[in-house]
């Protein structure tokens, strides 16, 4: 059973977050060929000031 972890920072909109839960699995099901019932996946959501760039902080 595939589980995607996407990482990413905080501020998308709930109808973002469910279309990259579904192309995401959908993809994932296509290339592991198995049913996309078998497909998790977790957002994590990561405030700005807890991620960083290029030695730069995104807040």
């Not at 192309?23 to 078998?38: D, G, L, N, R, Y």
């Amino acid at each position: 059973m595939p589980h995607i972890t996407l990482q990413m920072l905080e501020g998308r909109s709930l109808d973002q977050k469910k279309e990259l839960i579904e192309k995401m699995s959908q993809t994932v099901a296509e290339v592991a060929k198995c049913p996309i019932a078998a497909v998790t996946m977790t957002i994590q959501e990561v405030p700005k000031e807890n991620w960083g760039t290029a030695g730069l902080q995104h807040s």
